[in-house]
């Protein structure tokens, strides 16, 4: 918003733009937000350093919006010669579209039955010898004069044996394509008609020569599509989830059995995210497999292998696989000490780490994006009716009493995730009551069912100490639910 308005006028929050742009829709980090542009525009990585529920995920996830789509296709290729070392094949936009034509320049040119020369449309199948009525080859009698369609070709003595057999069953006796040559100029060339649903397909030598050399190619499998998702998350990934895998095959590569070791090829979410972004949450969860990562980004490549050692998958390894990616990592103040620490200075040594707003100062213009940011949850909601603006007071006064919780005082706290949980409890009060739009009672409602269950503990245990002395047994003590957004009182943990 930025610019000053008469809110006040406005009878609810429906009256409230909200930005096209998801970075705009963030609101009170502007730090963040800033190089977060900075970092899809110029491909940096990031570090978002900060309290649960401030943006963290939504910045990072905003980010794919301006990053530019991808423009490599990553292919594994067999190899004949050693089908346990499938090569890599990185394809560009062009390179596919050049493939598809290819492809396209292999169908031939489709025609109309009628169109083809006479006896091809009988032998086909298509036309009738008998009365000359066109239907489609699945037909084997003729469906105006109810003979056979079937045409003896005189090739063999055999034929006509083969054609009732044929008819009686219901199978054609391999008539879907009939080789023939046609004069272009002085020279003959061969022509191939071609069975094509209702319509002939038609191929000359040129085709013909096109096909025999893509059936030559090696088969190969696309493991990075093109048109695939350029934010990858990859937060609470198993390493096979990260790292890509090679499914186990029962059969091994029993060359008649089994599938071959390129079709069994999965890649993983640092792949995935080639040319885009990857994405981390709390990314000391990661623990050990943080150093596949830094590998990931120094080497911009990494190989897939099959992952368990039982497996048949396990002898199988990719070289090369790109993983040119810009990681987007994000972790509380508490975790910061156990990032990987060749891995922080890899971010930093081509990024930024942020470190987030908790609050933001009480002012006209802020309580103004409070009233986007309320807008923005009723809206994502789908479910809830919008706010009266009177009512958004009370929700301001909430986020003011929070940031307070946090020793901010004159300030408005952007811990905004809990917040908007009180925004849909309102909501779900409203509707409740049949309200058309959410009235201060609503709100009221909700901040008494709000109340972190901590709380409610204490007051009918007297303190969360006694509570645990009566509720656990003794292993569990010690052990709580870390309700992290609940700052006010932590004497407890
Ligand atoms: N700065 C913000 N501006 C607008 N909405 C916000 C902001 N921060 C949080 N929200 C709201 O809260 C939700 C949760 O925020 P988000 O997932 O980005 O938090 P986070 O910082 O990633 O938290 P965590 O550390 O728990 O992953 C968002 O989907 C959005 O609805
Ligand atoms: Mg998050």
């Not at 930005?19 to 899809?40: H, K």
């Not at 004949?80 to 596919?96: M, N, Q």
């Not at 037909?139 to 044996?161: A, E, L, R, T, Y």
Request: hydrophobic letters at 30%.
């Amino acid at each position: 918003m930025g610019t000053y308005i008469n809110v006040d006028r406005y009878p609810d929050t429906s009256y409230i733009k909200i930005p096209t742009n998801p970075l705009d829709r963030v609101i009170g980090q502007n730090e963040a937000v800033r190089l977060a542009l900075i970092a899809s525009r110029q491909r940096r990585n990031l570090l978002l350093v900060g309290p649960p529920g401030v943006g963290k995920s939504m910045i990072a996830q905003a980010m794919s919006f301006y990053i530019e789509r991808p423009k490599e296709e990553i292919r594994v290729v067999h190899n004949p010669s050693y089908p346990e070392r499938p090569f890599i094949e990185v394809k560009t936009l062009d390179e596919i579209e050049k493939e598809k034509h290819e492809m396209n320049s292999i169908e031939g040119e489709i025609i109309d039955a009628k169109d083809a020369p006479q006896n091809v449309a009988e032998r086909l199948g298509y036309k009738c010898q008998h009365c000359g009525f066109y239907s489609p080859p699945t037909d084997n009698i003729c469906p105006n004069c109810n003979n056979s369609k079937v045409v003896n070709n005189g090739q063999g003595p055999f034929n006509d044996v083969f054609n009732v057999i044929g008819v009686t069953f219901g199978i054609n006796n391999n008539n879907d394509r009939v080789t023939q040559t046609r004069k272009i100029g002085d020279r003959e060339e061969i022509i191939v008609y071609e069975k094509y649903g209702d319509k002939i397909r038609v191929l000359d030598e040129r085709t013909l020569e096109r096909r025999r050399k893509l059936e030559k190619k090696s088969p190969s499998k696309i493991i990075v599509p093109i048109d695939r998702n350029p934010f990858v998350l990859a937060t609470g990934a198993s390493e096979t989830e990260l790292l890509g895998d090679v499914r186990h095959d029962p059969y091994g590569g029993h060359p008649q059995l089994g599938t071959l070791p390129y079709e069994r090829v999965v890649s993983g979410s640092i792949h995935m995210a080639h040319e885009g972004v990857l994405f981390i949450d709390e990314i000391t969860h990661l623990g050990n497999l943080q150093r596949f990562i830094l590998t990931a980004m120094q080497e911009r490549k990494f190989p897939i292998v099959g992952r368990n050692p039982q497996s048949a998958g396990a002898s199988v390894k990719i070289d090369d696989v790109p993983t040119d990616f810009i990681l987007v990592a994000a972790c509380n103040i508490e975790d910061l000490q156990y990032i990987l620490s060749p891995l922080r200075s890899r971010i930093v040594g081509n990024g930024y780490e942020i470190l987030m707003e908790d609050s933001m100062p009480d002012n006209r213009e802020n309580r103004l994006k409070y009233l986007q940011f309320i807008a923005q949850e009723i809206n994502m909601d789908g479910k809830i009716p919008h706010m009266t603006i009177d009512s958004t007071d009370l929700i301001i006064e909430e986020g003011k009493r929070k940031a307070r919780e946090n020793h901010k005082n004159n300030a408005l706290t952007l811990r905004l995730r809990e917040l908007g949980g009180l925004i849909r409890a309102s909501g779900d009060m409203a509707i409740e009551k049949n309200h058309k739009l959410i009235e201060k009672d609503d709100v009221k409602e909700a901040l008494e069912l709000y109340v972190p269950v901590e709380e409610k503990i204490k007051k009918y245990y007297g303190s969360m100490h006694n509570a645990l002395g009566e509720e656990s047994t003794g292993s569990q003590k010690g052990e709580y639910y870390n309700y992290y957004n609940y700052n006010d009182d932590r004497s407890y943990k």
